[in-house]
């Protein structure tokens, strides 16, 4: 097939669904490719990179799954409480955070735990890395804005936001990002770091994505999913895409058009055909299928060389330092940022599989 294109939900039946779009001429058909149920409770978290889906859950744990193999590939025990953002940075790194307040970096080679970062007071909420892999921002309920830099796990920027984000995403060109807090978006720019302006959706938003860096996808409490153009505020395209709430939004790109897809509690996975130059006509359904479990989050995998090789390529330079400290011995540093303290854990953990449960055990009652 000229484009491999592979759909990963969770749900709150604990179950993960992985289908492989079959690309056609006029109607696409969504075929199902696996099921994953290694989590005891709901999912709320999912990310795909060109081997591995990520899963995060209330139950505590992250969830490895090999795409290759098909198998499942272990567990990271590391957050306590719910996983609630994931986030793949090329195929050599992924990002976690949860209700403990924790940013995690992890490296993929040997699911190494190069960073831990107490980033909030409260629960970490959202998480979204700079498209060089130097920064990442984190928004949390202790009604801050922080911008990670990952090369040293430091806290380079801390912004007062009032109230409590629950999304944060940088632009796909990185000059800008946005800030969810129920049915408002705050549009900020990276070299003020203010708001430019904001868009105000009619219900609570549950799901963005960018489909250009001026086209952002919003769906929320409703069954409409609507395209805003960020830069004159505007409704640029609307159209209802489910029966019921909009959980999930991602995207992919197919010769000269973008494909969007969406999740629902009603079940439903739908795929979209856009042009994003004619953006007033509603987009063409390309397909669908019923996963009768109520969805809750989704990704897109599509794997490619250049995907793979630029992400990693990005990331040695900026990660280096973070891996020579990984080898060093558990260590708490303090580091004095204007006011507030910092505090930044470097923990050596590791994967840990079924086979490693026991050793993990072992280690945590010396």
């Not at 790194?93 to 735990?113: A, M, R």
């Not at 302006?197 to 086209?215: M, Y």
């Not at 990693?312 to 708490?332: D, G, I, L, N, R």
Request: neutral net charge.
């Amino acid at each position: 097939m000229e484009h491999e294109v592979e759909l990963i939900a969770g749900s709150y039946e604990q179950i993960v669904f992985g289908y492989k779009v079959d690309i056609a001429e006029k109607e696409w058909s969504l075929k199902a490719d696996f099921t994953h149920h290694a989590h005891t409770a709901s999912l709320s978290a999912v990310a795909v990179s060109d081997r591995f889906v990520a899963t995060g859950s209330k139950d505590e744990t992250i969830q490895l799954y090999d795409l290759k193999k098909r198998v499942e590939h272990g567990a990271l025990l590391h957050h306590d409480g719910t996983i609630s953002c994931l986030e793949f940075y090329g195929a050599s790194h992924l990002l976690s955070g949860g209700e403990d307040g924790l940013l995690c970096v992890w490296s993929t080679k040997k699911w190494e735990c190069l960073k831990t970062i107490k980033a909030h007071k409260g629960h970490l909420t959202s998480l979204s890395v700079h498209p060089s892999g130097k920064l990442a921002l984190s928004v949390g309920t202790d009604k801050t804005l922080r911008t990670w830099n990952l090369t040293d796990g430091r806290s380079a920027f801390i912004k007062n936001i009032k109230q409590n984000a629950h999304i944060v995403m940088w632009s796909p060109a990185g000059d800008k990002y946005i800030v969810v807090v129920n049915d408002k978006i705050d549009i900020y720019s990276l070299e003020t770091a203010s708001v430019t302006a904001t868009i105000t959706n009619p219900k609570r938003i549950s799901s963005v994505k960018f489909l250009s860096d001026v086209i952002l996808a919003v769906g929320g409490d409703e069954e409409t999913v609507r395209l805003y153009n960020i830069d004159t505020i505007k409704i640029v395209c609307e159209f209802k895409a489910h029966e019921n709430r909009v959980k999930a939004l991602d995207s992919f790109t197919v010769e000269e058009y973008c494909v969007l897809v969406s999740a629902s509690n009603d079940g439903f996975i739908k795929i979209w055909k856009l042009h994003l130059d004619q953006m007033l006509e509603p987009p063409a359904l390309l397909g669908e299928v019923n996963s009768t479990a109520r969805l809750s989050c989704l990704a897109v995998r599509q794997p490619g060389p250049l995907q793979e090789s630029t992400g990693e390529q990005k990331v040695q330079a900026s990660t280096s330092q973070a891996k020579e400290s990984a080898q060093e011995p558990t260590k708490t540093k303090r580091v004095r940022i204007s006011t507030e303290e910092v505090v930044i854990e470097e923990d050596s953990c590791t994967k840990t599989t079924k086979m490693e449960n026991a050793k993990k055990k072992k280690q945590k009652t010396k």
